[in-house]
Nanobody, 123 residues
Framework: QVQLVESGGGLVQAGGSLRLSCATS????????MGWFRQAPGKQRELVAA???????NYADSVKGRFTISRDNAKKTVYLQMNSLKPEDTAVYYC?????????????????WGQGIQVTVSS
């Protein structure tokens, strides 16, 4: 059974940084495309960043230049480095494993979700 455990969230002031981690188990991590999503109150869940098995990355326009996704196959972990945080980045962030790409767009499909972790950016 695939398990995804997020860590690294919390409260930070605007302009600050956080690094989210998503540790996986029960899956062949190196064969999985990975993604980070977020959901703010009253809004739909949206893709923040994704990384392919070949380490190609793509980002939502709202986070380009501020967020960086990376993966460590030996540790079976995906990371999201978030810099220059803004209040509008406040959301629950979810890790996802096993999505599919259509072109450069990552779709979660029938993959696995983490429980989510809160990120709050104060102004």
């Amino acid at each position: 059974q695939v398990q995804l455990v997020e860590s690294g969230g919390g409260l930070v002031q605007a302009g600050g940084s956080l690094r989210l981690s998503c540790a996986t188990s029960g899956t062949t991590f190196s064969l999985k495309h990975m993604g980070w999503f977020r959901q703010a109150p009253g809004k739909q869940r949206e893709l923040v960043a994704a990384i392919s098995t070949g380490r190609s990355t793509n980002y939502a326009d709202s986070v380009k230049g501020r967020f960086t996704i990376s993966r460590d196959n030996a540790k079976k972990t995906v990371y999201l480095q978030m810099n220059s945080l803004k209040p509008e980045d406040t959301a629950v962030y979810y890790c996802h494993a096993g999505g599919q790409y259509t072109g450069s767009t990552y779709y979660p499909g029938v993959g696995s979700w983490g429980q989510g972790i809160q990120v709050t950016v104060s102004s």
